[in-house]
């Protein structure tokens, strides 16, 4: 049962291409080491809008916010000017209020992992900014209806 | 009469000691042109500084913000990684409810253009996002204060 | 005859729809004026796609590079987070040893102009850095395949 | 001997002073989270300078690159625009051919931790871009010279 469930969760993945812009290439000719947080933003958006109610904007008008708590990124190739990329988002399921995801940069030509990484978020009240030391109705609600 | 007032008002000029960042230099290694608009905002704040009031947290604090209408850049010669540069910011009188500034910015190694431009600002209500015909009254007070 | 040259010659524009992402918001919630300097360069490389052999890297695997001189941005009204626009990028065209263009960005939900705003790039040898104060053969092709 | 060549070796800290600017902020009036590794390259510059011998040009000259390969940051408070704060940088002895740093980024007003950090940089040949499995000779004596 457990391992179904969790082989099912594990299927809350986004695929999304993006193309490197000349202003994030540094002077070494490729993608500046900060731009992956960027993408990985980028990533979270799309993810957020494939599996409908996650994106930033769905967790603002439920009265929250989510700001990151942790980021990690480890780079093992470079990307180059006008090279396309796919940034792979991975939900990682949890019983805390966090949102967490685990992400996998590949470069489209050859499929290559690029960089991967990962994120915490926490959830503060929109008025007060205080932190919610439980998960706000809008994400239960979220997650039932794609986890399950 | 109007000369001498000229010249007085020619007068509210900031300088800014810059020091250009890895992370803003491009594939060619100097700085890409659109961190120059960065360069602009750290003059203006410098600016802001110098002649108290005019900070943006004083325009947000007065109940108004004041957002970019026109923009303008001309590049002269490049700056690369390590180089410091003087950005030096000059308020542009004008009776109408703007903010206008001219800027050059110097290399600080022999004093050479490296660019120069223009911006201006007008005023929008901090509640209402409308736009305010006239200058507001913390503007004035600013004026009052520094110009004459 | 001119007046058809001169027509044709108009219509090298580019369209291409970007969405504004969470980190081009500033406190205003509204995307920062710099940012849009970074759609202008989509804009560009878009039409250089679009209009085969102008991208950055058609410039550079022909020996040279194409600095910017000159910049200008009009702001008209603004994009806030998660919205779609449209660059609208031409080509102006020019004898000079210049690339121009000008550019319109309309909100994709409602068509209104947002900013637009005007560019202009030069050339440079790649190798010596020096002006070029002659359109580099490459250009003349370009211009010869697409304009006329 | 060996606790107190640890105890040296642990001395090496840079604390530089950075001024949150407007374009770093975002929606949440707070800086964005990305932001962050840029303030980390500040401190590593300021390091660098510090230290003379491990600016990002010391490495250029020397013919090498150092390219991050792992980044973490934990943010436990907020920053806010025109806020202060001390990015201190703290190098890690390691006998790889590697340079690793951890982070401390403080509030300048209250001294209250806002994020901490670390980076791992290796090297590679400037030319071959392949990677340098032993530490350069500039490396070593840049070591020698600091940590001894």
């Given at each position: 049962?457990k391992?179904?469930?969790?082989?099912?969760?594990?299927?809350?993945?986004?695929?999304?291409?993006?193309t490197?812009?000349?202003?994030?290439?540094?002077?070494?000719?490729?993608v500046?080491?900060?731009?992956?947080?960027?993408?990985?933003?980028?990533?979270?958006?799309?993810f957020?809008?494939?599996?409908?109610?996650?994106?930033?904007i769905?967790?603002?008008?439920?009265?929250?916010?989510?700001?990151?708590?942790?980021?990690?990124?480890?780079?093992?190739?470079?990307?180059?000017?006008?090279?396309?990329?796919?940034?792979?988002?991975?939900?990682?399921?949890?019983?805390?209020?966090?949102?967490?995801?685990?992400?996998?940069?590949?470069?489209?030509?050859?499929?290559?992992?690029?960089?991967?990484g990962?994120?915490?978020?926490?959830?503060?009240?929109?008025?007060?900014?205080?932190?919610?030391?439980?998960?706000?109705?809008?994400?239960?609600d979220?997650k039932?209806?794609?986890?399950?």
């Amino acid at each position: 049962m457990k391992t179904k469930n969790k082989i099912r969760e594990a299927a809350l993945i986004d695929r999304k291409t993006i193309t490197v812009r000349f202003s994030e290439v540094d002077s070494m000719k490729v993608v500046w080491h900060g731009e992956y947080i960027r993408y990985f933003e980028d990533g979270r958006e799309s993810f957020g809008k494939h599996y409908d109610g996650l994106k930033y904007i769905d967790i603002y008008d439920s009265g929250y916010m989510a700001p990151m708590v942790e980021l990690n990124c480890q780079y093992k190739q470079s990307l180059t000017f006008g090279e396309e990329a796919i940034v792979e988002t991975r939900y990682i399921p949890t019983s805390a209020a966090k949102i967490m995801f685990d992400y996998t940069i590949y470069r489209a030509s050859d499929n290559a992992v690029v960089a991967t990484g990962s994120s915490t978020q926490v959830f503060i009240n929109g008025q007060t900014r205080e932190l919610e030391l439980n998960s706000p109705q809008f994400y239960l609600d979220w997650k039932q209806r794609w986890i399950k």
